[in-house]
């Protein structure tokens, strides 16, 4: 049973999330589904992490054990691709020990939120990104995005669903911001992040960035659990699944 | 009876091209009837240029003329949008003089084509750039491409239908090629381009690239008209109209 570590790519848009669903229509579904289809027998995919319905992934990682005798792991991309919707793409296969798994063995992930800043949302930009209107303070927004760096408390930057009760302890590497036009874009590079922490992290800053909220308010979401919930979540548009590091 | 110059971006996909058709599915049909709606009568949209169904703008231009007493010129994309599908956006008005004309006084246009050149097609490239899998010599495909530059009888890149019969010179006042990562960008910035010209010089280019003919096919292409058509027309999913020059 080698074990393979796959590398994949989505458009969110048309599907409800990574993580497998009765309704079937989730990424990991479709994988499951064109790798059993290949191999003559049900295969799980172990994702490093799930992603919400309409988060799109420029390289999501996953393991599989694929049953022997197999074909060649350079020949896995084509012919799982063969069986996917044009949506989901494998776009690399390596072979990795027996001990290497998705999710546990992740050093880390990068997330990455492009928000179009102009009063109009640029027709190509639909599902590409999070159309915030209103003017936004460049230098406060990246005062807000990098207070989020080092290693904190993000119990107030985790939906409570599928939130672990106290484990919300993790270490965002960086947290960047660049403009580029009407582009924005804010990329968080952490060892872990917890459910809809990027976007609601993402929300808190942009609400900071326009003025709306003080910027005690966002480290006090980060040094107090007392504050509660940041409550601002940025759409599921925009955000983008960008790596796993290993 | 002001006129005006609309910027207008859009994405091609769900559209039967720019100029006006029976179907009443074109970007023109949209921005008219918008515009009829807004000012209780109809309005003539002039634009710079036809765009084929499915490619993209960044920035079409039109002039309309509307009638007297109107709204601020400021005020016109709000309005406009608010009665249009997402997909088309009006980005800019501005007033011109009454000799203005959208497409008589273009001094030019810019067009792009982004090409997808890896064995899959990323899921998010989908209708956006046109996927060539085969190896492509990058030093060839730019020596192809830089061909197209200067004053030339581009009878062999114009299609027949719409062609006009004797006048099929123009020029190209750059043609460029970029390559980041699986991305190739090539950016013609000409006086005037012939019917589907941007997508015969690019499927000749990429052609050339490919080693699939040699370079003196191109050239000869655009030294003898007896060579006939140059024949590889390239799909318009990449192809974008990137702005109008006056």
């Given at each position: 049973?080698?074990?393979?570590?796959?590398?994949i790519?989505?458009?969110?848009?048309?599907?409800?999330?990574?993580?497998?669903?009765?309704?079937?229509?989730?990424?990991?579904?479709?994988?499951?589904k064109?790798?059993?289809?290949?191999?003559?027998?049900?295969?799980?995919?172990?994702?490093?992490?799930?992603?919400?319905?309409?988060?799109?992934?420029?390289?999501?990682?996953?393991?599989?054990?694929?049953?022997?005798?197999?074909?060649?792991?350079?020949?896995?991309?084509?012919?799982?691709?063969?069986?996917?919707?044009?949506?989901?793409?494998?776009?690399?296969?390596?072979r990795?020990?027996?001990?290497?798994?998705?999710?546990?063995?992740?050093?880390?992930?990068?997330?990455?939120y492009?928000?179009?800043?102009?009063?109009?949302?640029?027709?190509?930009?639909?599902?590409?990104?999070?159309?915030?209107?209103?003017?936004?303070?460049?230098?406060?927004?990246?005062?807000?995005?990098?207070?989020?760096?080092?290693?904190?408390?993000?119990?107030?930057?985790?939906?409570?669903?599928?939130?672990?009760?106290?484990?919300?302890?993790?270490t965002?590497?960086?947290a960047?911001?660049?403009?580029?036009?009407?582009?924005?874009?804010l990329?968080?590079?952490?060892?872990?992040?917890l459910?809809?922490?990027?976007?609601?992290?993402?929300?808190?800053?942009?609400?900071?960035?326009?003025?709306?909220?003080?910027?005690?308010?966002?480290?006090?979401?980060?040094?107090?659990?007392?504050?509660?919930?940041?409550?601002?979540?940025?759409?599921?548009?925009?955000?983008?699944?960008?790596?796993?590091?290993?």
């Amino acid at each position: 049973m080698p074990r393979i570590l796959l590398t994949i790519a989505y458009d969110g848009h048309p599907y409800s999330g990574w993580q497998s669903q009765p309704c079937g229509k989730t990424v990991q579904d479709h994988l499951e589904k064109s790798l059993a289809a290949l191999c003559g027998t049900s295969v799980r995919v172990h994702g490093a992490g799930r992603t919400d319905g309409g988060v799109h992934a420029l390289a999501q990682s996953a393991h599989v054990d694929l049953p022997d005798p197999c074909m060649p792991v350079g020949k896995i991309p084509v012919a799982v691709n063969a069986r996917l919707p044009t949506q989901i793409r494998v776009v690399a296969a390596r072979r990795v020990g027996p001990d290497f798994h998705a999710r546990f063995s992740a050093k880390g992930k990068v997330y990455r939120y492009r928000v179009w800043n102009a009063p109009t949302l640029h027709p190509l930009e639909i599902g590409r990104a999070w159309h915030v209107p209103e003017p936004v303070d460049l230098a406060r927004l990246r005062e807000a995005v990098s207070q989020f760096e080092g290693r904190h408390d993000f119990f107030a930057f985790a939906a409570n669903r599928r939130t672990p009760v106290g484990n919300t302890v993790r270490t965002i590497r960086s947290a960047r911001v660049r403009r580029e036009g009407a582009l924005l874009t804010l990329t968080f590079d952490g060892d872990g992040f917890l459910f809809r922490m990027v976007r609601l992290m993402a929300g808190a800053a942009l609400r900071v960035g326009k003025g709306r909220e003080p910027m005690e308010w966002l480290s006090d979401h980060l040094k107090r659990r007392a504050q509660g919930k940041a409550r601002y979540c940025a759409p599921s548009d925009g955000l983008y699944l960008v790596r796993v590091r290993y």
